[in-house]
Nanobody, 126 residues
Framework: VQLQAFGGGLVQAGGFLRLSCAAS????????MGWFRQAPGKEREFVAA????????YYAASVKGRFTISRDNAKNTVYLQMNSLKPDDTAVYYC????????????????????WGQGTQVTVSS
């Protein structure tokens, strides 16, 4: 599966953005999806994850209550709605996919995912 993330940009603190990740090449609905981010000088960290059937979602503690992950299997797209953005949210955001036979499966682990998009920059100014 090929992934392309877009929707990043520059926003003031307190603002919002919606990231999208479009998938192609395989059956999107067979993949659990995740969002990760990497700030300069830091390791790539987990942000949010969603199962194939959207029944299971996970969030990092730092974004819970502000970010929402969702997916539209008919459009082969996963979204990350980011509200109440903070300067600490500044990073390159990556979407990732892993094939799963279990529709409820979702993962917070970076090492689980074997397909990655190219990343989209999110910059939050104070």
């Amino acid at each position: 599966v090929q992934l392309q993330a877009f929707g990043g940009g520059l926003v003031q603190a307190g603002g919002f953005l919606r990231l999208s990740c479009a998938a192609s090449g395989r059956t999107f609905s067979s993949y659990a999806m995740g969002w990760f981010r990497q700030a300069p000088g830091k390791e790539r960290e987990f942000v949010a994850a969603i199962s194939r059937d959207s029944g299971t979602t996970y969030y990092a503690a730092s974004v819970k209550g502000r970010f929402t992950i969702s997916r539209d299997n008919a459009k082969n797209t996963v979204y990350l709605q980011m509200n109440s953005l903070k300067p600490d949210d500044t990073a390159v955001y990556y979407c990732a996919a892993v094939f799963s036979y279990n529709p409820d499966y979702s993962s917070k682990s970076r090492d689980t995912y074997n397909y990655w998009g190219q990343g989209t920059q999110v910059t939050v100014s104070s």
